[in-house]
């Protein structure tokens, strides 16, 4: 990939850079495309890394009984499958788009802050190499949930330290990658365009962006206390010192929450994009679009407590929790209206980008729902902590979060590589992945409605059924994202040109697009007027 | 004895497979009465309906929730497929790109989910107060857990009975890693204990919940009961059986505590009030046994009357 970019990028016009070559290139990098490149490769890495451990649940639980990983690896499994799925594949793909597209969108030549870019990302295979190596060390990797709630932590090995050492990284990445975001979109915008001009993906990472820039440092103290309860004698949650467990559990779902939409915006955000395209009609209310993804950002720092109805609170926090958790519907609904209106009297088709966002709409929703009747605290305490939490953010993350960055994907790969890629092989991956992510997921809310504990290794008998179900289609579903790994090496090394509008036939609307594919080393060496 | 037919109602195997129907029937077969009473718990795939008033309520609330949920899906849905059917370019559809926005329409379906929602939180609310209202208990016991087991100590008419719950051995031997024993043929795999909790059906009962090491929580389906038990914490709860449900019924630890969170099943044997106070004098005359064998041990604490339990 590095030579075929360098080689294209050499015969541009506008080049008139001296990059460095090689291993050079990656690792002193300042070029927003570069690191968002080596973002995206970064997170492919880690989204199989993680679905690996997800196949050892999935193989585990597929009939009753330990077959295959003792309960110790097992809990190791769930927890690092969540880390790993989170800091590692979500996040760092959302912002290796940022860095893509954000310059490219506004009309800017690079990042605000090239260095810190360069920065932020290298932390994070540090990061990472600290966290996976704890799977080979004595006692195993980190145990006790991503949630990592006292005092069950604090029973962990050596591990607990490289857990909190790399989480730390992880944040300290985000909140620079964060901070590049805002002063770039904030100081870099073309002549002309002003906030709400400004493409919906750019708004979406935003809001995003400040969200990160106000949780990240509340995990840091959190996972802090830790250590030092763990290490220094202090008892800020260990109740025999007369710590207070619960306000572990308050600080982290205060980060916690808003983290749950850092990893949905941006997805918003593309979906916002991609839609119009494919509809070949603008999108439907974009300035209510903005003030919803506004409305749910400031919303996500007052619905902590949802996530711990079951753990005991005063009658008036169950009800203020519930009825601030269930005013997000309206925004997020409001959300989803615009974007059927979109499609409404559009002119659509059906290329793989539009594919994967029209399975989005159908599966959030989903996901959606069930979120609406997880916030009615009664029924709370019959769903918590079962398998039906479990699909719910499962719903939200793989067919929402996932499926969008996908889309993304394959709505730019063309725009980045100057290839087309394989349709039918796109399309392929697409079918596949959204029969299987159902099969995958639908049933573990019958099995949460059943009664299923979730972060269990081993079930009761009757609950087999659904649960061989949802192993084939984790299989499967795994499977077929090998499938995307071939097709974008396939695009990267060749195919039949892109246009600079990648999109003829349809309505692709935005800066990104009057630039050649590829667009050159710098993107806009100078500025673009918007009328 | 009810017991068994209530065993069996909770753990009814449910078949999607052929084979498994056939191992569902033959479990069936074992158990006469079981059939007539499956009616309560779930299905396989849904909510149980379970056996208090709060479950009832939750379960109404659960269903009243998704079929709202469902209405929305079949206006929103319904929009979307129309769309994806009538609008294709390829069918020659001409967009309209003069629809931007509609003030009228986002107003409108702003007001409408607020309403929506107001219409659910109603009763969710009316709710929370009955299931907080913890006064009038007929029996108290303090629950605790512990890595990976509860600790049940009654008061009240129950008073000095104390004792650990842990998985069955059976269990405990099956689901080790290549144990080579096929769950299916281990009876309650996995929710099975040595001592059941005991208590009487038609009694509030409250449950005063707190945890010795890590977080667990308490969790029994069939009351719609779940609660972390937290170290440092009290956390209290009530229920209370209907009269004529009395059986046995099983849950698990809710919440991830160590290596075996997965094997601290919750059992709850409810009786008759009758049958129940036969139970409590058995226990305390073992007790008192107990003492005596043993002269140094401090004495049972005095045992209150268990009229308070009728």
Not at chain 1, 21 to 48: A, C, E, P, Q
Not at chain 1, 511 to 525: C, N, V
């Amino acid at each position: 990939m590095a030579q075929d970019l360098a080689h294209d990028s050499a015969h541009d016009h506008d080049d008139h850079d001296h990059a460095p070559t090689g291993i050079k290139r990656w690792l002193f990098s300042t070029n927003h495309k570069d690191i968002g490149t080596m973002y995206l490769v970064f997170s492919l890495i880690m989204f199989f890394i993680g679905g690996a451990m997800a196949m050892v649940i999935r193989a585990e639980l597929f009939k009753p009984g330990l077959q295959i990983v003792d309960p110790e690896r097992f809990n190791q499994m769930t927890t690092m499958h969540a880390l790993v799925m989170i800091f590692g594949a979500v996040m760092p793909s959302f912002v290796g788009l940022a860095n893509w597209m954000v310059p490219l969108q506004i009309g800017a030549p690079d990042m605000a802050l090239p260095r810190m870019n360069n920065l932020s990302f290298w932390i994070l295979p540090f990061a990472f190499t600290l966290l996976l190596s704890t799977l080979f060390m004595p006692g195993g990797a980190p145990a006790a949930g991503w949630t990592m709630y006292p005092p069950l932590v604090l029973q962990s090995g050596d591990s607990m330290p490289m857990l909190i050492f790399a989480v730390h990284l992880m944040g300290a990445s985000s909140i620079m990658g964060a901070i590049n975001i805002v002063v770039t979109i904030m100081n870099m915008r073309a002549p002309g365009m002003n906030l709400l001009k400004m493409p919906l993906f750019c708004w979406s990472w935003l809001i995003t962006a400040y969200l990160l820039i106000a949780v990240m440092p509340v995990l840091a103290g959190a996972v802090t206390m830790l250590l030092t309860d763990h290490f220094f004698g202090t008892s800020f949650f260990n109740p025999a010192g007369g710590g207070d467990p619960l306000m572990f559990e308050h600080v982290f779902w205060f980060f916690g929450h808003p983290e749950v939409y850092i990893m949905i915006l941006p997805a918003f955000g593309i979906i916002s994009e991609i839609l119009p395209t494919f509809s070949r009609k603008p999108l439907f209310g974009a300035t209510s679009m903005i003030y919803a993804i506004a409305s749910i950002a400031f919303l996500s720092f007052i619905v902590w407590g949802h996530h711990m109805f079951v753990d005991g609170m005063p009658m008036a926090a169950q009800l203020f929790f519930m009825m601030s958790t269930m005013l997000i519907a309206v925004p997020t609904g409001v959300k989803v209206f615009n974007w059927t209106a979109t499609m409404w009297r559009g002119s659509l088709s059906f290329e793989p980008p539009m594919l994967f966002a029209i399975a989005f709409l159908f599966l959030f929703s989903i996901g959606g729902f069930s979120g609406l009747m997880l916030a009615l605290t009664p029924v709370d305490f019959q769903y918590n902590n079962t398998y039906f939490v479990v699909a719910h953010f499962h719903y939200v993350l793989v067919p929402g979060a996932i499926f969008a960055v996908m889309a993304a994907v394959y709505y730019w790969l063309p725009k980045w590589t100057g290839h087309m890629y394989n349709m039918t092989l796109a399309k392929t991956h697409f079918w596949l992945s959204a029969i299987f992510v159902n099969v995958l997921f639908f049933p573990q809310h019958f099995l949460g409605l059943a009664g299923m504990p979730r972060r269990i290794p081993d079930y009761a008998v009757q609950f087999t059924d659904w649960n061989m179900v949802s192993s084939i289609g984790g299989f499967a579903f795994g499977a077929s994202q090998i499938l995307f790994v071939i097709l974008i090496v396939q695009c990267v090394r060749g195919g039949q040109k892109a246009t600079a509008a990648v999109w003829d036939g349809a309505l692709p609307t935005g800066l990104e697009w009057t630039l050649p594919s590829p667009p050159p080393f710098h993107s806009f060496t100078v500025a673009p007027e918007i009328k | 004895m009810t017991a068994s037919a209530s065993d069996n109602r909770a753990h009814r195997p449910r078949g999607l497979f052929p084979d498994r129907m056939l191992k569902a029937a033959a479990a069936l077969a074992a158990c006469a009465a079981s059939a007539t009473a499956a009616a309560n718990t779930s299905n396989g795939y849904n909510l149980p309906i379970g056996v208090t008033q709060i479950s009832r309520d939750i379960y109404g609330l659960h269903m009243e929730a998704f079929w709202i949920c469902v209405g929305i899906a079949v206006v929103v849905f319904g929009a979307m497929i129309y769309s994806l059917v009538k609008f294709r370019a390829s069918q020659g559809a001409v967009a309209d790109t003069t629809m931007l926005h509609s003030t009228k329409v986002e107003i409108a379906w702003t007001i409408v989910p607020v309403v929506i929602l107001v219409v659910m939180a109603i009763p969710a609310a009316e709710l929370i107060l009955k299931m907080e209202d913890m006064r009038n208990s007929d029996l108290s016991i303090r629950v605790t857990g512990y890595q990976w087991k509860w600790e049940y100590q009654y008061m009240d008419a129950g008073a000095g009975i104390d004792f650990f719950s842990t998985l069955k051995q059976d269990s405990n031997y099956a689901r080790e890693l290549h144990s080579g024993v096929d769950p299916n043929t281990v009876p309650n795999y996995l929710l099975d204990v040595d001592h059941p909790l005991v208590v009487p059906s038609g009694t509030k009962v409250r449950i005063i919940l707190t945890s010795g090491d890590v977080i667990h929580a308490w969790y029994v389906p069939d009351f719609a009961l779940k609660r972390s038990a937290v170290p440092g914490f009290i956390n209290e709860l009530w229920f209370k059986v209907d009269p004529g449900k009395e059986g046995i019924y099983r849950g698990q630890c809710a919440a991830l505590c160590g290596r075996d969170h997965g094997f601290m099943p919750v059992v709850v044997d409810v009786r008759t009030p009758d049958d129940f106070k036969k139970w409590v004098d058995e226990q305390k005359a073992q007790l008192k046994q107990a003492a005596a064998a043993t002269p140094e041990a401090p004495g049972a604490e005095a045992p209150r009357s268990a009229q308070a339990l009728n």
